[in-house]
C-alpha cells in the first residue's frame, strides 16, 4: 500500500467521532462551536425553568454564564429542579451558587458568575456585558425590569414561563419585534408587583402556590435555548417572531401575534425617530419634486419655443 494511503487512514479509528463531545451537534451543519463558547449569556431566575436552562445551555457548549437569583432552596423544588440536593434544601443554601457548582460538574471549563440578589438591584451595567438574556422568573415585575433594561441597551431577551401544564416563551429582538411590555394588559398591570416565590423574603401577601410540572419546564426551557442557539448562530428567519404558547394537556402549541404597542414606552421614542424621519423624507420629497417642476417648466417652454421656430424656419411658414 502506498505511504500516503497509510497516513491518511492513520487516524480512523472504530468509534473515533464518539470522541468529541460536540461531534452530532455539528453534524447540524450550522452549529459553531466557538461562537457558542464566546457567548456570554445572562440567566435571571434559578429555579425550576433556570436549571433546565442553564443545564441546556451548558451541555450545548456555552461557557460564560451569569445567574441571578435572590432565593434559596427548600424541599418543595426538587420535584423539578435537577441541581438541587436534600442537602442543600437543608441548608437553605442559595439557588445560584448551588446551580453553578453543579454546572462545573457537567463542564469543568464552565465559568458561572452568580449574583444572589434580585435582578432590580443589580448594577445598570450588567445587562448590556452580555450578548444574549434569558428570563426564567416568576413575577411581571422582575420580567419587564428586564425587558426595559434588554431592550434600551438592544440585547436580545427570551422570556420563558410555565404554570401547571402551560408554559410560554417569547423572544424579542430589539429593535425589530414587540416586546414584553407591548403584550401587557390591565390584568397584568394589577398582578405587575405580585410574586409568586416560594422562599421570597418581600412577598407581601397570601397567595396559593401555583402548580408546576418538570415535564412542562423542560419543554420551555429546551425552546429557550433553541431560540437562543439561533439568535448566536444569526438564523434569524427560523426565529419566533411573537409569543408562543404550550399546552402540556392537550401536546399543542400556536404561536400567537404581539404587535409593537405604539403606546409602549420602549417603542414610542422609537416611532417618533421613525415619524421624524418618514416626515423629513417627505419633506425633502416633496421639495425635491417641487424643484423639479419648477425646473421642467421652464426647459419645457424653451423647447417647445426652439422647435416651433426651427419648424417654421424649415418650413418658411410665416406666422
Not at 433594561?149 to 408554559?167: K, L, S
Not at 410560554?168 to 419585534?177: A, E, G, L, M, Y
Not at 414584553?180 to 401577601?205: I, K, Q, V
Request: glycine share 8%; net charge positive; charged share 25%.
Amino acid at each position: 500500500m502506498p505511504r500516503d494511503s497509510v497516513d491518511r487512514t492513520d487516524h480512523l479509528t472504530v468509534g473515533w467521532p464518539d470522541q468529541d463531545r460536540f461531534d452530532r451537534s455539528r453534524r447540524l451543519g450550522w452549529f459553531d462551536l466557538e461562537r457558542v463558547r464566546e457567548t456570554r449569556v445572562l440567566v435571571v431566575g434559578a429555579g425550576a425553568l433556570g436549571n433546565e436552562v442553564c443545564k441546556n445551555l451548558v451541555l450545548s457548549g456555552f461557557r460564560h454564564l451569569t445567574l441571578v437569583d435572590p432565593d434559596h432552596v427548600v424541599p418543595a423544588n426538587r420535584n423539578r429542579c435537577l441541581f438541587f440536593s436534600p442537602e442543600d434544601a437543608r441548608t437553605r443554601r442559595k439557588k445560584a451558587p448551588a446551580v453553578a457548582e453543579k454546572l462545573a460538574a457537567l463542564d469543568p471549563e464552565v465559568e458561572v458568575e452568580t449574583r444572589v440578589q434580585r435582578i432590580q438591584d443589580c448594577q445598570e451595567g450588567l445587562i448590556p456585558r452580555h450578548h444574549l438574556v434569558l428570563g426564567c422568573l416568576d413575577n411581571i415585575q422582575a420580567r419587564l425590569h428586564v425587558n426595559a433594561h434588554a431592550y434600551h441597551h438592544r440585547v436580545p431577551y427570551i422570556d420563558g414561563g410555565t404554570r401547571g401544564t402551560r408554559g410560554k416563551v417569547q423572544v424579542v429582538i430589539p429593535p425589530q419585534t414587540s416586546c414584553l411590555e407591548c403584550g401587557m394588559n390591565a390584568t397584568h398591570r394589577r398582578a405587575e408587583s405580585l410574586r409568586y416565590s416560594c422562599t421570597g423574603r418581600e412577598t407581601a401577601f397570601f397567595s396559593p402556590k401555583l402548580a408546576a410540572d418538570i415535564t412542562i419546564t423542560s419543554i420551555i426551557a429546551a425552546i429557550q435555548v433553541q431560540e437562543a442557539l439561533k439568535v448566536v448562530h444569526g438564523r434569524r428567519r427560523h426565529l419566533l417572531r411573537h409569543l408562543l404558547y404550550y399546552h402540556g394537556d392537550h401536546n399543542r402549541a400556536r404561536v400567537m401575534e404581539v404587535p409593537v404597542n405604539p403606546h409602549c414606552p420602549h417603542h414610542r421614542h422609537h416611532q417618533q425617530i421613525l415619524f421624524s424621519g418618514l416626515k423629513l423624507f417627505l419633506e425633502n420629497i416633496e421639495k425635491a419634486i417641487g424643484q423639479f417642476l419648477l425646473q421642467g417648466q421652464d426647459g419645457w417652454d424653451g423647447t417647445m419655443a426652439g422647435g416651433g421656430q426651427r419648424v417654421h424656419q424649415e418650413t418658411g411658414a410665416e406666422d
